[in-house]
């Protein structure tokens, strides 16, 4: 009796052990996205920095499958199960190691640069080693047990490797829409630590309990034609995959702007869909499909996709109804990448069943990884410059027929299609969600640079500078006023200002107003180099940046902060939208001491304050956020920029850590070298919270830092639409509660 309840037990193990090796695919997605956080506030934001990030995490994985082939041959009698649960065990502590490290590689970071900083690139690459470098060897490690534990359940190494990406996907999802928002950073963490101890245990569990098969169990591998070169198929078809990664990534979130859920969306859809294809694979080999084929079909499904995903902005989405537009989303993401993706990640799980050993799985996960890394780099280093995303995408199609060409020893054709793929060009048009490009509009300029696409176009008789299809600036009349008051406020309110520093160029204006108000050193950071070759386009930063006194610097305006020992009189900052992935950083409260430490004793700090981009209650948290450093601050608004209602969009957090009297403005006293577009009396009447008043209005509420995310990953993040009221006039009917008495 106890026999039969022991074989009952296993049978029904062995039915669900598969499910063991999910919480390992979503656990290494929800390391990454915590990877890219530290890295961000660690080393700064950066082509560089994210490059050298992926690239070694992909040298790290590389490294671990090849070391794990030499290693497990040495133990052929140990559970692989136990093996499994051992290298999750190790990246659930490991994988904390940059969160811990996160502090002093800062202040590394800050003490080289300061010292040499030519050799900020070696700590960069030291840090990266040194805090990923544990973990992603035993994530490498996991790719060759996963075919032993194939072995154990008796199926192809492809469908447990379908299963652990479909983990992935999830992941995707699970943090970036519950784990983050509800639980921070740090709860993040824990949580998937606690993910991957849970799937260890379960490792132990069935490392007990689960009688061994040694592989006398494995489904018989399907007939086919061999696949010739198999490292070249492992390694391009890895390019391909991250070369449409990136340039994919790029298109759509110009049409959807560059926010967490559309970035967790994507992921999802290109995860799943390679988890589809791993799944498939095995069922085409039995079908007699051969590989050369699978990959001719995914060349024109990509060329198709690429002209589909160009064209997402003129799908008009309900932005009203977020669950409907998540939905649209989603539908629209699988029904165009789906395909190709699919097709592509057949190719990898495919090799990995016509091989039966570890050694050989992990030299094809090796070459797999490889080709990633350079696809990933490649593209935003060399190829997105030259070509741009949609080109890029459409050689990268074309790339993998010319694989196909090259497996069937086909090669006149292969070297037709190679020059054509470099000769032929192809005109894209200028995609995104600013109602400008939908509107007549000339393109004057358009860069495409590692990170971001940079155009600049003329419509509505100004100019705007677009960054993925927003309309981050420009010069709009009394839309765009506000720019050049975040120069002057802060210098007419300060005694004898000296010294001033911009973070977030944009077109120039707040710079020149800086300039303007006799500033002896203007400082612009920026950490998108095309704003300062783009910012001749733009007339009224009256070529500020030709100036001597002025000087640009390509780099995260904070990493800038924690670098520099130079003081300031005057900071301003105008990042991108609050809601954007990454700007929460600058937002923050950690981000405002940095400001706190660089400004002189009688230095005024102004933040611009998007009422019309934040919701009521995270408007509230970004004056919390503000005032916790500075906590004498005022809030002035613009009173030349409204909506047709009348109601103020913007305005600016002018704070400073001493004693200030607010209503005295020095600065009229001097002579600016241009006229002043705002009155003296105008700047003092448009002060509408005086200290009192911003602390009492952002009483109660939560501060932006660093490990909350509220702005991008918050419960708050998402725009209030109710029908006869905006954001900024439900933000302006809670301000007039603070109102000071008549």
Not at 33 to 54: K, M
């Amino acid at each position: 009796m106890s026999d039969s309840n022991d074989d009952d037990l296993a049978a029904n193990l062995r039915r669900f052990a598969w499910l063991f090796v999910v919480p390992g695919g979503a656990a290494a997605i929800g390391w990454q996205l915590l990877w890219q956080h530290h890295a961000a506030l660690a080393l700064g934001v950066s082509a560089q920095a994210t490059a050298l990030v992926i690239a070694t995490t992909m040298i790290g994985m590389t490294s671990g499958a090849l070391l794990a082939a030499r290693w497990l041959p040495r133990f052929p009698g140990v559970n692989p199960w136990l093996i499994y649960g051992g290298l999750e065990l190790f990246v659930a502590i490991s994988g904390n190691l940059f969160g811990w490290l996160q502090g002093p590689i800062s202040r590394l970071d800050a003490a080289v640069f300061q010292s040499n900083p030519a050799l900020a690139p070696v700590v960069v690459v030291a840090s990266a080693i040194v805090a990923l470098g544990p973990a992603t060897l035993a994530i490498g490690a996991t790719a060759p047990v996963l075919g032993l534990l194939g072995r154990e359940l008796g199926v192809p190494m492809s469908r447990i490797y379908a299963i652990n990406t479909a983990g992935a996907a999830i992941g995707a999802i699970w943090f970036s829409f519950l784990e983050i928002p509800w639980w921070g950073v740090s709860g993040c963490a824990w949580g998937v630590t606690n993910l991957q101890f849970y799937g260890a245990l379960g490792c132990w569990m069935l490392s007990r309990k689960l009688p061994r098969l040694n592989g006398t169990g494995m489904t018989p591998e399907p007939s086919g034609t061999p696949v010739s070169r198999p490292y070249l198929v492992a390694f391009s078809t890895g390019l391909v995959t991250f070369l449409l990664e990136v340039t994919w990534f790029r298109s759509i979130r110009s049409a959807w702007l560059s926010t967490v859920d559309s970035f967790a969306i994507v992921l999802f859809a290109f995860l799943i869909a390679l988890a589809a294809g791993a799944w498939m694979a095995p069922l085409l080999r039995r079908r007699g499909v051969t590989l050369p084929v699978v990959l001719a079909i995914g060349a024109m499904a990509i060329v198709a996709a690429t002209l589909g995903i160009e064209r997402f902005d003129l799908i008009r989405i309900p932005a009203d109804n977020l669950p409907l537009k998540l939905a649209l989303w989603l539908a629209l993401a699988l029904a165009t990448m789906g395909p190709p993706v699919a097709l592509l990640g057949t190719s990898l799980p495919w090799l990995f069943d016509s091989v039966r050993d570890p050694r050989s799985w992990s030299r094809l996960y090796a070459w797999n990884t490889l080709g990633c890394a350079l696809g990933a780099i490649g593209a935003g280093w060399l190829l997105l410059p030259l070509w741009g995303p949609a080109e890029l995408a459409i050689k990268a199609g074309l790339l993998l027929g010319i694989l196909f060409f090259v497996l069937l020893k086909r090669f006149p054709e292969a070297a037709m299609m190679t020059f054509l793929s470099l000769v032929l060009p192809y005109t894209p048009r200028l995609s995104g969600a600013s109602q400008l490009l939908h509107r007549p509009h000339r393109v004057v300029a358009t860069d495409h640079g590692p990170d971001v696409t940079t155009s600049v176009i003329e419509a509505n008789g100004g100019r705007a500078l677009i960054i993925d299809g927003y309309a981050a600036s420009g010069e709009f009349g009394a839309a765009t006023s506000y720019m050049d008051a975040m120069g002057r406020l802060p210098m007419l309110l300060h005694e004898a200002p000296k010294d001033a520093l911009v973070i977030c160029f944009g077109t120039g204006q707040t710079a020149h107003a800086l300039r303007d108000e006799n500033a002896a050193s203007v400082t612009a950071v920026d950490v998108n180099p095309a704003v300062f070759r783009l910012a001749p386009n733009f007339p009224a930063n009256r070529e500020v940046l030709s100036d001597a006194r002025v000087q640009a610097i390509t780099m995260d305006g904070r990493a800038w902060l924690r670098r520099t020992d130079r003081r300031y009189d005057v900071i301003t900052l105008e990042p991108m939208p609050p809601m954007f992935t990454g700007t929460n950083a600058l937002y923050s409260v950690e981000f405002y001491r940095l400001i706190a430490a660089r400004l002189r004793a009688d230095g005024i700090a102004a933040q611009w304050f998007p009422m019309h981009l934040l919701s009521p209650e995270n408007a509230r948290s970004v004056a919390a956020a503000f005032i916790e450093v500075f906590p004498n601050a005022v809030l002035w608004i613009d009173p030349s920029n409204a909506d047709p209602q009348g109601t103020p969009q913007q305005g600016v957090l002018l704070g400073c850590a001493g004693d200030r009297d607010w209503q005295q403005w020095p600065g009229f006293a001097r002579s600016a070298q241009g006229a002043r577009p705002l009155a003296e009396s105008t700047c003092r009447s448009s002060i509408t919270l005086w200290p009192d008043g911003l602390r009492a209005y952002a009483l109660g509420a939560r501060p932006v830092s660093d490990d909350n995310l509220l702005l991008t990953h918050g419960r708050d993040r998402h725009l209030p639409r109710k029908r006869g009221t905006t954001p900024a006039r439900q933000t302006m009917e809670l301000i007039r509660e603070y109102l000071p008495a008549p």
